[in-house]
């Protein structure tokens, strides 16, 4: 190759790798902006860790609703129990958790449409007397802290009789350990935690059914509208669907 032509390939290479680069830093960096979700990584199979990473349902819708967005999502790890606060305070855009809509709540916050239903099921060890929801009263019963479960367990069976734990996992242990009796907590988990741990049963009744939705600071209308669009279009495309059949296989 001629030395001119050597410099003219070296130009041109020089020219369009920095092209690239602004290109890169103008389009993708510079305006996309951080959607921030606050969630509890111990609620397979809708949040859980593998490794260091939080993968499930709700990590996946969330995931594609920022996509849809143009934005970049951060998940933020805490306690169920923190989430609404979190919120509330705008340290985070939403909260995603398996969360039900509750009336408590919605004085706190707004809720998106529902993505998905929720059922409060009760885990005993296998043989147990306690066949029906009938059967706790007067029963050590283990939830998580804060959730409908726990809300529930209290209102119907009393304080006294309900010890509530950071995670689900945790309860689950207290009931293998014989700490509680049963073990309040939403059918999806249940059966996760169920099928890791031998020797225990999720009863056919269920306790209490309910819908999941996102939570949102209230009054931050242009989020809400902005995740309901998102939410609808990912519907209708079979986006959401295709999730939780990832996650949730048909009996
Ligand atoms: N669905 C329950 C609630 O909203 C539990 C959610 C959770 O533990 N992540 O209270």
Redesign the pocket.
Request: avoid cysteine; glycine fraction near 28%.
């Given at each position: 190759m001629k030395k001119i032509a050597k410099i003219l390939a070296l130009v041109l290479v020089l020219a369009m790798s920095m092209s690239f680069f602004a290109g890169c830093s103008k389009d993708e960096k510079a305006e996309e902006k951080t959607l921030k979700m606050a969630t509890?990584a111990a609620?397979p199979p809708?949040e859980y860790k593998e490794g260091e990473k939080i993968v499930g349902i709700d990590a996946e819708i969330a995931e594609a609703i920022a996509k849809e967005l143009g934005m970049k999502l951060e998940i933020v790890d805490m306690e169920?129990d923190s989430i609404i606060t979190a919120v509330d305070k705008g340290e985070v855009d939403f909260g995603m958790?398996?969360?039900?809509v509750t009336d408590e709540r919605k004085e706190q916050v707004d809720f998106s449409d529902s993505y998905a239903t929720?059922v409060q099921s009760i885990i005993v060890k296998e043989g147990s007397d306690i066949k029906t929801v009938d059967d706790l009263e007067g029963k050590k019963i283990g939830v998580?802290l804060?959730?409908?479960?726990d809300i529930y367990a209290t209102d119907d069976y009393g304080a006294e009789n309900v010890t509530q734990y950071g995670k689900?996992a945790d309860a689950v242990i207290a009931l293998k350990g014989g700490d509680v009796d049963a073990v309040i907590i939403?059918n999806e988990p249940a059966k996760a935690f169920v099928e890791e741990n031998e020797g225990l049963a999720i009863l056919d009744t269920e306790y209490a059914v309910?819908d999941?939705a996102i939570a949102i600071k209230k009054g931050n209308t242009k989020l809400l509208d902005d995740v309901n669009a998102a939410l609808s279009k990912l519907t209708e495309d079979g986006t959401i669907d295709k999730i939780i059949a990832k996650y949730i296989k048909a009996e």
């Open positions: 509890n609620f809708y169920f958790a398996g969360m039900t929720g998580q804060g959730t409908t479960g689900g939403d309910e999941y």
